[in-house]
């Protein structure tokens, strides 16, 4: 027993070391930066400073919640309509969400440059049916889009997975006891589903709350999220190195808060309402 | 005849998955506030019967009748039937209060009528107090209990259970057969009960449907199927059987082993091939020259209330119980008395049963093991 339990450890240590060395190491060097001034010496200047850039967090902070909600509504009967299907239909299906995951985002953020831009495809496409090109590029909308777009699979996964182990007999118990197809879902289907639904909130939320890219190139540099400043600064030499890396501490800090209300909600065991 | 109304009737169903028959031409009549047991061996169909008259399944042939209606195509939610699940199908996210009140909520009950209700269920199923208990707290004995209520807080005119008390252990399961049993005659419910126990079958039923191979083999109160198995099927499975070859001479006379015999079977052809059957209990061990057959014992085993000995007569092994001891090589007379005699016509298991030679071979090679530790 202690043996084999040993033998874990011993299986566990190369990701020990390498979390270490690239995840703890790295957020004490950042901390390091968020309360030390250019001299290395200790400092509350950078995080204070944090008040300027509270349009930016709350940009982020309002298109990233826009972004999880629209994906949470389209991915919710995507998964559900897969779990509906037949197998082969359903890995099919679930290849379809997964290869733009294995595309880099950059390409697949540049390919909507090619379908929104003034010229491109949507306006090419109006153009021809005679009809005034949209302004599609360069605004909040596309932003929002891009970020439904690159992180709806992280939405389907967890709540097709979740939805799929759902016991049939359950289904059944709740016919027989008089439900139709509506009681059936709402009663059984969406609590039950409910884990699926928080970790893919929690999984779309983050990365597009902290996302610097996508709104450079599709939001035109006119609207700053957090992640741009961050990138912004970090770019801008060693010299702001510190104020980025207390704007990247506070943000940490915020998606550790949501994470925690999160995590409440799947463990809150209350009967009733959902979300 | 007292005219019974029946409830729920099956007639002439068919059921096959993929080219495969699964029920075979099967009708039967289940009477109001019955209580019918199914029994067969695992696969015989059992839980596509109870399906069918949930409506978790459409028959490929045949009318399901509720309340001489028929009910085909229409779908569980609407019908007068609760099941009570093979392995329950509790609700994990709910607790046993709210389990219970389900199908309440969704008849849209109103509050204080709904507490009253599952506070009364709880008290007829012994959990008072587990209210707010989540599922996955509760002992097996527990979930089955909550798994009741659930079905019986809708007042159902039909109870299905499917092998209900499967997961309990031999003591419970004792204890939630009476207990069933009395919560069936307090509220007057048909109860439609599937077991391949068959002990389980025959002390808690009114009417035992015996099936096997999708086919009703013999449906009867468990006096019926234990004392006049139809075929050798039923006789095998029910309970310890010696089932012979024999030849009926003419009425209440019958031939096997090569010995003659008075019975109180008759309306065989003269000569006519037929099983016959005779219960190891109903067998009486006699001194040789007494003995309408002779045999030697090849084995003895002691199971606390009797003896279980095998006599091999003319080479076909019979099981007798007895309350007297005999030992290996003894030579013994058997005695049977005509109402220890059974018989049945040929049947498609005719001779798939055979004697009890493997059986005392078991035993050999158990006490052989014994032997050798
Ligand atoms: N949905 C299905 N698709 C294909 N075959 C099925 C399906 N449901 C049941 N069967 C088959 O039908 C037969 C009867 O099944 P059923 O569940 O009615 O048996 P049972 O008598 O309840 O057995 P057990 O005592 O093991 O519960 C089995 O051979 C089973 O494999
Ligand atoms: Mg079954």
């Known amino acids: ?19 270490v060395i690239f995840i703890v190491v790295p957020l004490f060097i950042m901390l390091y930066f968020a309360f030390t001034n250019a001299d290395g010496g200790f400092t509350l200047e950078n995080v204070k400073q944090i008040g300027l850039y509270k349009k930016a967090f709350g940009i982020s902070i309002l298109y990233a919640a826009i972004a999880t909600v629209i994906t949470l509504l389209l991915a919710y009967p995507m998964a559900y309509f897969m779990t509906k299907v037949n197998i082969s239909s359903q890995r099919m299906l679930m290849m379809i969400v997964m290869i733009p995951m294995w595309m880099n985002f950059l390409i697949r953020t540049y390919s909507w440059i090619t379908i929104l831009a003034n010229t491109g495809l949507i306006n090419t496409f109006l153009g021809k049916l005679g009809i005034e090109p949209l302004k599609l590029i360069n605004t909040p909308g596309a932003v929002i889009l891009g970020m439904v777009y690159d992180f709806i699979p992280y939405m389907i996964l967890p709540i097709y997975s979740v939805m799929s182990k759902i016991d ?20 059984v289907i969406l609590p039950l589903s409910r884990p699926g639904i928080i970790s893919g909130i929690t999984m779309v939320f983050v990365p597009s709350v902290s996302t610097f890219y996508i709104s450079q190139k599709l939001g035109g540099n006119k609207t700053m999220l957090v992640g741009d400043v961050i990138e912004y600064f970090f770019n801008a030499g060693p010299d702001y190195y510190n104020v980025a890396s207390a704007i990247s501490m506070v943000l940490m800090v915020m998606i550790l808060v949501c994470m925690v209300i999160m995590n409440r909600f799947s463990d809150d065991d209350s009967e009733g309402v959902i979300i | 005849m007292q005219k019974e109304e029946n409830i729920v009737q099956l007639k002439n169903i068919s059921v096959a998955f993929d080219d495969q028959v699964i029920l075979d031409d099967l009708s039967l009549d289940i009477k109001d506030k019955e209580f019918i047991t199914f029994l067969g061996p695992s696969g015989c169909g059992k839980t596509t019967t109870l399906r069918l008259i949930a409506g978790f399944l459409e028959p490929d042939e045949g009318d399901v009748l509720f309340e001489g209606k028929k009910i085909n195509g229409v779908p569980a ?37 709904i507490k009253a209700k599952v506070e009364e269920m709880l008290k007829l199923v012994n959990l008072t107090g587990l209210e707010k208990r989540h599922i996955d707290t509760l002992s097996g004995g527990q979930q089955q209990r909550v798994a009741i209520a659930r079905a019986i807080a809708n007042h159902p005119k039909v109870l299905l259970l499917d092998e209900p008390l499967a997961a309990l252990d031999l003591k419970l399961r004792k204890d939630m057969q009476k207990e069933l049993k009395k919560i069936q005659q307090q509220l007057g419910i048909t109860f439609v009960f599937v077991t391949h126990d068959q002990e389980e079958a025959l002390t808690m039923s009114d009417r035992v449907v015996v099936m096997d191979g999708g086919k009703i083999q013999q449906v009867g109160t468990p006096q019926d199927i234990y004392n006049e198995p139809e075929n050798a099927f039923v006789a095998d499975f029910i309970g310890e059987s010696n089932i012979l070859d024999g030849k009926m001479i003419r009425d209440f006379y019958v031939e096997f082993s090569g010995q003659k015999f008075d019975c109180l079977d008759k309306g065989f052809q003269e000569n006519e091939a037929v099983d016959v059957v005779v219960r190891p209990e109903d067998v009486d061990i006699v001194p040789v020259e007494k003995g309408m057959l002779t045999g030697i014992v090849t084995s003895v085993s002691f199971l606390g209330v009797h003896y279980e000995i095998i006599v091999d007569i003319g080479g076909f092994k019979w099981m007798i119980q007895t309350t007297d001891e005999h030992f290996v090589d003894d030579k013994v007379g058997l005695f049977i008395e005509p109402d220890a005699i059974h018989i049945m016509k040929k049947s498609e298991y005719s001779g798939l049963y055979g004697d009890y030679s493997s059986y ?11 032997e050798e530790e």
């Open chain 1, 1 to 19: 027993m202690n043996k084999k339990s040993f033998g874990n450890q011993l299986l566990a240590a190369p990701h020990v070391v390498w979390s």
């Open chain 2, 77 to 113: 939610y609407k019908r007068q039937v609760n099941t009570i699940f093979q392995r329950y199908a509790l609700f994990p996210h709910l607790n046993v209060y709210e389990n219970i009140a389900f199908g309440l909520r969704i008849k849209k009950w109103p509050e204080n009528e």
């Open chain 2, 360 to 370: 005392s071979e078991e035993i050999d090679h158990l006490s052989d093991i014994i």
């Open chain 1, 168 to 187: 049939k007999s359950l289904l059944e118990a709740s016919e027989d006891l008089g439900s139709n197809a509506f009681n059936k879902f709402r009663r």
